[in-house]
């Protein structure tokens, strides 16, 4: 596996899995894009050992595999894996934090055998790991600007976070047909639902208003995200913008269909996501260009 083809590989899978945010990194300069694809493409092939309803392999023995794979690659060892060349080559471009991809591989193990959160801190450090630290991955590639790359740090948490729980609330059915349950057993017991109601059929007044509850939490991680978008260099600001547009667009499309997620996956029309694109496009193609407005002086 050339590191040419496992890009390829890390691209495809984010095309593939992650259209809104496949769009959104369109707008990014395109020597990021691939950076951005590397990234998103490790999670995903991560995600899907343990996420995947036609895997028949051991699951916890795959990630064993992966993990160690990781751990010897940022050694420096040369990586077996299809997907690991472009991941580490990333990482260590861009100094990546190795704890964050401890702590993203530790969620990934935890959903092998942790299918319930009693409160909402717990959902909380599970998600640490499952998206917060894929923003803070993320962060170096994205660049923020000069002198603010502490103060970016958490806005990125947060949107990885915001992103996340629109996902829950979408995928509710989905993943309590792979066993698990993502929103706090405590919130379902103060709005007098069961576990069993995610699998139905359709949703009742009780499940609605919960859906409810959990998407004004959503709404408080994006408005906390908000402010990290001024943080970044001007080239990733349309590709991030479009980004929180789309995710959230996602969560407007869950509110207008009046929380209606179990009968059908809820979707960001197509007019609206070429609209959002369309809209950031010649900010991106501007702030692109500024930044490769450079003098040249030979010695």
Known sequence: ?????????????????????????????????????????????????????????????ALDTLTARVEAGLAGAKP??????????????????????????????????VTRYATYDDLLGYMAGSAAAIGTMMLPVLEPAPGCEEAAREPARQLGLAFQ????????????????????????????????????HRCRTALRDLLAFEAGRARDHYRAAAGGISLLVASSRPCVRAAFCLYGGILDEIERCDFEVLADRVRVPRRRKAAVFARHLLASAEA?????RVRVELP
């Open 288 to 292: 692109s260009r500024a930044e490769r």
């Open 165 to 200: 729980l629109t996902n829950f609330l979408r995928d509710i059915g989905e993943d309590f047909a792979r066993g698990r349950v993502y929103l706090p057993l405590e919130d379902l017991d103060k709005f007098g639902v069961r576990a069993e109601d995610l699998g139905a």
């Open 80 to 113: 077996d894996d299809p997907v690991l060349p472009a991941f580490l080559h990333t990482v260590h471009s861009f100094g990546i934090g190795h704890d964050d991809i401890g702590a993203f591989l530790a969620s990934m193990r935890a959903d092998l055998s």
């Open 1 to 61: 596996m050339t590191l040419t083809a496992s890009y390829e590989r890390c691209r495809r899978l984010h095309a593939r899995y992650g259209r809104s945010y496949y769009l959104a990194t369109r707008l990014l300069p395109q020597w990021k894009r691939r950076h951005v694809h590397a990234l998103y493409g490790f999670a995903r092939y991560a995600d899907e050992i343990v996420d995947s309803f036609t895997m028949t392999a051991d699951r916890s023995r």
